[in-house]
Structures are given as structure tokens and as C-alpha cells.
């Protein structure tokens, strides 16, 4: 089975850095997604992690340690539109399965 | 066009009412997937398709009842449903099984 865990709730200012991490204990891996999701619209992809370590995309940054089965999701410069929900996902054999959510507030 | 289009976007139906639920993809993609998606939970799968056919349906009500047409098109069947199906109901594709997931907008789905 999956089992993958997050934060439900994270706080930041606007301008600052914030952290997301995600853990999970899966009986497959074949890599890990980050997506993005605001209210009442659809999730959209942010990262994907396969191998240990980090993939830096623009404001966006993600890390992976499989050994660790431990993810996160790093943010910096923080503006207002990042006010989301963020949804680590575990890639197994057939599909991917996901976490709750972890719901950011940036405020000014 | 956008990639993954469903209508209705909201739905609003009682526990006797039939309706349909329609995800069309313009992506190319082989695989399409039907999520759920409730409050304080995680996105729930409940069908996935590849290549038309079904490869995995997670102990999903036969209340709900899922057709893929062709590779392009997925429908979810409603019949009889209970007010806790009420959640977003978002379509995917992807072009393997599984990769990166394209969703739709979803379905608001209300049922009184």
C-alpha cells in the first residue's frame, strides 16, 4: 500500500522562503510529482524527482531522498499567487497516488 | 483547446437522477483517469483506462460507472448517488501508465 504525508496547513510572508515536505512509505516507487493547486481549478505539474537530490526549476525547487522516502518542496521569493494547495504524489507501478495536500497562505 | 475538457463544471442532481459526467482529452494521450476529490482528503483514484480499456477500478460504488468510448473520450455514469459522492470529480490523461497526470477543470458534482 501507499501511505504519503504532508503538512496540511503552512504559512509565509510574501518575499520569504518556505519549505514543504512530503514522506512517504509506498510498496513501489518510480518517482515522486509536486503539483499545484488553486482554488477550484485544476492541479498543475510542478516537478517530478526520480533520483536523490535536488531539481531546481525557476522559484521552485525539489528534493528527494529514497532512502530517506522523503521529499520537499522549496518555494523562494514568495508572491500572493502562490497561495495554494500543494500535492506531493507517489508514482508506483500503474498510477500515481497522493498526499492531502498541503494548503500555503502567503500574506503581504 | 485546452489539453483535458469536462462538462458539466457544476452539477447539481437528487439521490434518483441519472447523469453523465464527459472528459474529452486533445493531448494524444493512451491513458485517461478518474479521480475524486473531497475535502480535508486526498485525490481519490477510481478508474483508469489505457488504451480503452480498464486496468484498475478501486472498489469504486457500482453506483458510479465509468466508459471509455475511444482514447479520447471518458464518462463517468451516475445513478442513485448519496449526498457524500458530493466532491469535485476531476478526468486526467497521460501518455504511459503512469506518468505526468494532465487534469481537466473538474466536475463540482452536488448531490441533494
Known amino acids: 500500500g501507499q501511505n504519503i504525508d504532508q503538512p496540511t496547513e503552512m504559512t509565509a510572508t510574501e518575499g520569504a522562503i518556505v519549505q514543504i515536505n512530503c514522506t512517504y512509505q509506498?510498496?513501489?516507487?518510480?518517482?515522486l510529482f509536486w503539483y499545484q493547486q488553486h482554488a477550484g481549478e485544476a492541479p498543475t505539474f510542478l516537478s517530478y524527482?526520480?533520483?536523490?537530490g535536488l531539481e531546481e526549476k525557476g522559484r521552485f525547487s525539489s528534493f528527494l531522498s529514497r532512502s530517506k522516502g522523503y521529499s520537499y518542496l522549496l518555494l523562494k521569493e514568495l508572491q500572493m499567487k502562490d497561495s495554494a494547495s500543494y500535492l506531493c504524489?507517489?508514482?508506483?507501478?500503474?498510477?500515481?497516488?497522493f498526499g492531502k495536500g498541503t494548503m500555503l497562505l502567503v500574506s503581504p | 483547446e485546452t489539453g483535458v475538457t469536462q462538462t458539466p463544471r457544476h452539477l447539481v442532481m437528487g439521490m434518483t437522477n441519472k447523469k453523465s459526467l464527459k472528459c474529452e482529452q486533445h493531448?494524444?494521450?493512451?491513458?485517461m483517469y478518474w479521480y475524486k476529490q473531497s475535502a480535508k482528503k486526498p485525490l481519490e483514484l477510481m478508474f483508469v483506462?489505457?488504451?480503452?480499456?480498464?486496468?484498475e477500478n478501486n472498489s469504486v460504488p457500482s453506483r458510479f460507472s465509468p466508459e471509455c468510448p475511444n482514447s479520447s473520450h471518458l464518462f463517468l455514469h451516475l445513478h442513485t448517488l448519496q449526498p457524500e459522492d458530493s466532491a469535485l470529480y476531476l478526468c486526467?490523461?497521460?501518455?504511459?501508465?503512469?506518468?505526468?497526470?494532465?487534469f481537466g477543470e473538474g466536475s463540482r458534482l452536488t448531490v441533494l
Open positions: 509506498t510498496s513501489g516507487f518510480n518517482g
Open positions: 504524489a507517489v508514482r508506483g507501478y500503474s498510477t500515481l497516488t
Open positions: 486526467a490523461s497521460t501518455q504511459e501508465l503512469p506518468g505526468e497526470l494532465f
Open positions: 483506462y489505457s488504451l480503452e480499456e480498464r486496468v
Open positions: 493531448l494524444g494521450h493512451n491513458a
Open positions: 524527482n526520480v533520483l536523490d
